[in-house]
């Protein structure tokens, strides 16, 4: 099974309350091998709710506690960012995921970049705080901005239809 971003599927999780729907998700979603997942919703924050970002740091260092997740207004949220982040990994551990696919630039998915805090969409290289804790644990992660399908039909096994 392979974990995926719960927006690139078209769950309308996002901050704003919609979604990032993926074409590539999309065509391959009918297989069932993929697991919806939203670690904001997972820690308790609402949809819609304020755009987060993290604050000086990526989420490596969210997980150290040597910086936060805050809204737009500076509301901390990083209890909430952490508590989704271990939500996730319970999913890991109860069903037997293999990889991760997850929404690049997010503060909770992000795999290869995120924003820098400052709201103005700065990217900096850095995962978000779920994708980090992810790759504590070797789960191996993609974003949907690098996946290829073929590299997709790899990670979903030999009995993938085109
Ligand atoms: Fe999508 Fe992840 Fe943001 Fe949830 S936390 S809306 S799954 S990018």
Do not use: W
Request: hydrophobic share 35%.
């Amino acid at each position: 099974m392979i974990l995926v971003s719960a927006c690139l599927l078209g769950l309308n999780t996002k901050y704003d309350g919609k979604a990032n729907a993926d074409s590539l998700m999309h065509k391959y979603s009918p297989l069932g091998k993929f697991i919806p997942v939203c670690p904001e919703q997972l820690g308790g924050l609402p949809t819609p709710r304020e755009p987060v970002e993290i604050i000086n740091g990526t989420g490596q260092e969210v997980l150290l506690g040597q910086c936060s997740a805050r809204g737009e207004r500076g509301e901390e949220v990083t209890s909430q960012f952490i508590r989704g982040a271990y939500e996730v990994l319970k999913l890991v551990e109860m069903v037997s995921i293999t990889a991760a696919i997850l929404k690049e630039r997010s503060p909770s998915c992000g795999v290869n970049y995120i924003y820098d805090g400052s709201f103005a969409h700065r990217k900096i290289p850095g995962q978000g705080v779920t994708s980090a804790l992810l790759k504590q644990y070797n789960i191996p992660i993609y974003s949907e901005e690098e996946l290829t399908e073929e590299k997709l039909i790899e990670l979903l096994g030999d009995d993938t239809i085109r």
